[in-house]
């Protein structure tokens, strides 16, 4: 069995410490040990009360994930937790660090709280598709109210122990030696003679949620627009429920477990669960070993404060590295920080930050229009227009000045980064850092590896990505690395859909059900129809060189319908509103394009339209797999959870085509290659022997 729980007696307090290295997951032998300890305590006419606490940096970090899904072994944490909440001994938790998930449970069935200010408290179970089944969703409701305890348990993210202590999660917060402030708290509550506080038996505080609909009618409203598509926050929401309504205690964690079940046996839980791994496993580079020196980062330069470089700067200020900007006058230079300015300042007006926060983070920005300013900058990052030339020239400029050793990066969204690394004297050094938009929020960072990056470069880049906040994929340098070079068969399906008979709303409204975010003419619409059009009439290409799929958004811009920024595009947008409106015109335009084309419309169903938009995916992913741009399928799975919205529930494009069984993915892919052609049919060869072998893409992970 593993992990263990050691006992010993001070005065009259049995001290239960939990010892399961690092971090003290509730395993079979720490159950044990519970069980043991308890009854130990329970027998010894010399003990009073119990104070249990964790060996090392956490309380208890949650389960044993390793135990998942096996044989268990030893008494169950139900029934350790009886044992606990029956105890006529008083026990105190002494929460010396982390008490995440099973953890914070095992807490809440201690009749008492103390707790170290920096120890963290969190239940993160519907991140997994899950929710807290050791009682949690009953004993917080009953400490804490209805209302915050769903707060809480919806958000998943840890809180530290001041804040656990205003939420009344915790009796106290107790700063030096836990274990001694615990034992004093055990011989206060003993020598006052208190009764023992179970948080099963208390009413009071869930009475006064009684007959109040509107807590959950809240909750119900805030978890589909911030949890979209998830099962586990209904099921939380019907625990929290129980717990205020049923009274009885067994009978609300009669409905914890049933709803328990419920989201272990839902398809989300093993997508969520394979996500969870999948971002620990992307930091991983075959032949970058973890223990490559990196370079230390201590100062940022950004070329360009537009759009991304702004961001960008953002991005390095929030973590508090100090960033000079460079532009190329002094009104753009201006622009570009005043728009950083507005933007912490729409901050502090939505109560996100405080004046004096933004004012620290301002103090960390520098604007020049030098590149000798950049001399001291440790990485470089270049976020100028979307254009070799100026790349390369650009990169001629950077390592003119920056200093031996420093990183020197590029924004780009798919240019070549071995072109630009060949305009210095430094290919080493260069690498790219591709961010997406808003680059201050958005959670990818794509990392392009130029054929000749030192592994130092890469290995800095990665752990940068972390610094930031950030979740880092590796990709090879190849036209629109991973994330756009799939996407653009996304889109150039969508485009041909709507010619052959389908809306661009029926096109949004199945993307839309299927978890995206947005549908992809909505996308359009909020990056802007002009940008495409504008290009190709600069490129002075002649209208029958224009790919059909642009068609339609060029007659858009020329009745200046140029999307959100004009309150029109696809959709009409009333004045101030971003949520756009189907518009009869449009429809009417796309059926003349098909007419022109000599398209004979039809009807295509919404079965069609997703696998046709979402099968480009996984074909193209499996080319780019083959071709080694990207490590393993469940790289490609990140990339599309964090810069392109793709539903997180659904685990990724390539675990969500597992699930779909790669055999009949090949054979639509084949049924549209016969019906529309095309490279994009063409199926990959790695999908075709997959399917040949009988395996799949998570085979490859193995
Ligand atoms: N916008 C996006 O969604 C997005 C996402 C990812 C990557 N990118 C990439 O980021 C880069 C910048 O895109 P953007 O959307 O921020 O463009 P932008 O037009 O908003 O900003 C570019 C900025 O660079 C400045 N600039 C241009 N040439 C310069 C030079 N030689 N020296 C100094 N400054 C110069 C311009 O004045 C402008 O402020 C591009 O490579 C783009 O492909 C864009």
């Known amino acids: 069995m593993k992990g263990t729980?050691?006992?010993?007696?001070?005065?009259?307090?049995?001290?239960?410490?939990?010892?399961?290295?690092?971090?003290?997951?509730?395993?079979?032998?720490?159950?044990?040990?519970?069980?043991?300890?308890?009854?130990?305590?329970?027998?010894?006419?010399?003990?009073?009360?119990?104070?249990?606490?964790?060996?090392?940096?956490?309380?208890?970090?949650?389960?044993?994930?390793?135990?998942?899904?096996?044989?268990?072994?030893?008494?169950?944490?139900?029934?350790?937790?009886?044992?606990?909440?029956?105890?006529?001994?008083?026990?105190?938790?002494?929460?010396?660090?982390?008490?995440?998930?099973?953890?914070?449970?095992?807490?809440?069935?201690?009749?008492?709280?103390?707790?170290?200010?920096?120890?963290?408290?969190?239940?993160?179970?519907?991140?997994?598709?899950?929710?807290?089944?050791?009682?949690?969703?009953?004993?917080?409701?009953?400490?804490?109210?209805?209302?915050?305890?769903?707060?809480?348990?919806?958000?998943?993210?840890?809180?530290?122990?001041?804040?656990?202590?205003?939420?009344?999660?915790?009796?106290?917060?107790?700063?030096?030696?836990?274990?001694?402030?615990?034992?004093?708290?055990?011989?206060?509550?003993?020598?006052?003679?208190?009764?023992?506080?179970?948080?099963?038996?208390?009413?009071?505080?869930?009475?006064?949620?009684?007959?109040?609909?509107?807590?959950?009618?809240?909750?119900?409203?805030?978890?589909?627009?911030?949890?979209?598509?998830?099962?586990?926050?209904?099921?939380?929401?019907?625990?929290?429920?129980?717990?205020?309504?049923?009274?009885?205690?067994?009978?609300?964690?009669?409905?914890?477990?049933?709803?328990?079940?419920?989201?272990?046996?839902?398809?989300?839980?093993?997508?969520?669960?394979?996500?969870?791994?999948?971002?620990?496993?992307?930091?991983?580079?075959?032949?970058?070993?973890?223990?490559?020196?990196?370079?230390?980062?201590?100062?940022?330069?950004?070329?360009?404060?537009?759009?991304?470089?702004?961001?960008?700067?953002?991005?390095?200020?929030?973590?508090?590295?100090?960033?000079?900007?460079?532009?190329?006058?002094?009104?753009?230079?201006?622009?570009?920080?005043?728009?950083?300015?507005?933007?912490?300042?729409?901050?502090?007006?939505?109560?996100?930050?405080?004046?004096?926060?933004?004012?620290?983070?301002?103090?960390?920005?520098?604007?020049?229009?030098?590149?000798?300013?950049?001399s001291s900058a440790d990485v470089v990052i270049e976020a100028v227009y979307e254009n070799i030339d100026v790349k390369v020239e650009t990169f001629r400029k950077i390592e003119a000045v920056a200093k031996p050793g420093a990183i020197l990066a590029s924004n780009t969204s798919g240019l070549d980064i071995d072109k630009m690394a060949a305009a210095t004297s430094r290919p080493e050094a260069v690498i790219g850092l591709h961010f997406f938009s808003p680059a201050n929020v958005m959670r990818l960072l794509e990392v392009v590896r130029g054929a000749k990056t030192s592994k130092a470069v890469i290995a800095t880049s990665m752990k940068l990505g972390k610094r930031l906040n950030k979740i880092a994929v590796l990709s090879g340098n190849a036209p629109g690395f991973i994330g756009n070079r799939l996407l653009a068969g996304y889109t150039r399906q969508a485009g041909e859909i709507i010619l052959q008979g389908a809306t661009p709303y029926q096109v949004d409204n199945v993307l839309l059900g299927f978890g995206m975010p947005m549908g992809p003419f909505q996308m359009n619409d909020l990056v802007g129809l002009d940008l495409g059009w504008r290009a190709r009439k600069l490129s002075g290409m002649k209208p029958e060189d224009v790919p059909i799929t642009a068609r339609i958004a060029d007659k858009l811009c020329e009745l200046e319908r140029f999307g959100q920024k004009t309150n029109r595009g696809f959709y009409i947008y009333p004045e101030g509103s971003r949520a756009g409106q189907a518009d009869p015109e449009v429809v009417k335009i796309v059926e003349e394009t098909s007419a022109e084309l000599g398209i004979e419309r039809r009807e295509i169903d919404d079965e069609e339209v997703l696998k046709r938009c979402l099968y480009p995916l996984i074909n193209e992913g499996a080319k780019v797999l083959e071709e080694g741009i990207a490590i393993r399928p469940c790289d490609i799975d990140i990339v599309y959870i964090n810069g392109y919205g793709f539903p997180e529930v659904t685990g990724g494009p390539m675990f969500w085509a597992d699930q779909q069984g790669l055999d009949t993915v090949l054979a639509d892919i084949k049924r549209f290659q016969e019906i529309y052609g095309g490279d994009i049919w063409q199926p990959a060869p790695l999908l075709e022997r997959l399917v040949a072998e009988g395996k799949n893409f998570a085979s490859l992970q193995a």
């Open 5 to 374: 729980v050691h006992y010993e007696q001070r005065g009259a307090t049995a001290l239960l410490t939990i010892d399961n290295p690092p971090v003290n997951p509730l395993s079979s032998g720490v159950r044990q040990g519970l069980s043991d300890g308890i009854g130990r305590a329970l027998a010894d006419e010399s003990v009073q009360a119990i104070v249990l606490t964790g060996a090392g940096r956490a309380f208890i970090a949650g389960a044993d994930i390793a135990e998942f899904g096996g044989e268990a072994q030893g008494p169950s944490l139900h029934d350790c937790l009886k044992a606990m909440d029956d105890s006529d001994k008083p026990i105190v938790a002494a929460i010396n660090g982390t008490a995440f998930g099973g953890g914070l449970e095992v807490a809440l069935c201690c009749h008492y709280r103390v707790i170290a200010p920096n120890a963290p408290v969190g239940l993160p179970e519907v991140k997994l598709g899950l929710l807290p089944g050791a009682g949690g969703t009953q004993r917080l409701p009953r400490l804490i109210g209805a209302a915050k305890a769903l707060d809480f348990i919806l958000s998943g993210d840890p809180i530290p122990g001041p804040q656990a202590a205003e939420l009344g999660i915790v009796d106290e917060v107790a700063e030096g030696d836990i274990v001694a402030a615990g034992i004093a708290y055990a011989e206060k509550i003993i020598a006052a003679g208190s009764p023992i506080r179970r948080i099963r038996d208390e009413d009071d505080i869930v009475a006064a949620d009684r007959g109040k609909p509107e807590i959950f009618e809240n909750a119900r409203k805030n978890a589909a627009r911030r949890m979209r598509k998830r099962f586990a926050p209904e099921m939380i929401i019907q625990c929290v429920e129980a717990a205020v309504n049923l009274k009885d205690f067994d009978a609300g964690m009669k409905v914890e477990q049933e709803c328990f079940s419920r989201c272990i046996q839902h398809p989300q839980r093993e997508a969520l669960i394979h996500v969870f791994f999948a971002e620990r496993e992307v930091a991983k580079i075959p032949d970058v070993p973890r223990d490559t020196e990196t370079i230390e980062i201590a100062r940022a330069g950004v070329i360009g404060c537009g759009t991304m470089g702004g961001g960008i700067a953002m991005s390095f200020l929030n973590v508090g590295v100090p960033v000079t900007v460079l532009e190329l006058d002094q009104a753009a230079l201006d622009r570009g920080i005043g728009v950083i300015r507005r933007n912490y300042d729409i901050q502090v007006q939505r109560g996100r930050m405080a004046a004096a926060e933004v004012d620290e983070r301002m103090g960390l920005l520098t604007g020049t229009v030098r590149y000798e300013d950049l």
